[in-house]
């Protein structure tokens, strides 16, 4: 089983950077891939990025490329998220998610194809 645990969050200003973390602490053995999505009041949930199980291959969404980042220490069964130049924009609940899988072929993946969801963890960026 995967159990994920989102932390990192906060209050922020226009410019800063904020790294976001999830781990699982379920016991599990089997490759997932992880990803990350946001969630602002009134809107749907969006894919943000992706990381393989291996870590090997990641995927950033288009607009945010450039600013965000993924990784993953397998060691540590922690996916991160570094959000740098953050904009008010960017202000959403931040949830994790896996799906277990053996490929390492990673793009955008829909909320739809996750099987796991941590609580989230939300991110305030004041201008």
């Known amino acids: 089983q995967v159990q994920l645990v989102e932390s990192g969050g906060g209050l922020v200003q226009a410019g800063a950077a904020l790294r976001l973390s999830c781990t699982n602490s379920?016991?599990?053995?089997?490759?997932?891939?992880a990803a990350w999505f946001r969630q602002a009041p009134g809107k749907e949930r969006e894919f943000v990025a992706a990381?393989?199980?291996?870590?090997?291959?990641?995927y950033v969404e288009d607009s945010l490329k450039g600013r965000f980042t993924i990784s993953r220490d397998s060691a540590k069964n922690t996916v991160y998220l570094q959000m740098d130049n953050l904009k008010p924009e960017d202000t959403a609940r931040y949830y994790c998610?896996?799906?277990?899988?053996?490929?390492?072929?990673?793009?955008?993946?829909?909320?739809?194809?996750?099987?796991?969801w941590g609580q989230g963890t939300q991110v305030t960026v004041s201008s």
């Open positions: 379920g016991r599990t053995f089997s490759p997932y891939a």
């Open positions: 990381v393989s199980w291996s870590g090997g291959n990641t």
């Open positions: 998610g896996a799906r277990l899988t053996t490929t390492q072929a990673i793009g955008v993946m829909p909320p739809s194809l996750i099987q796991f």
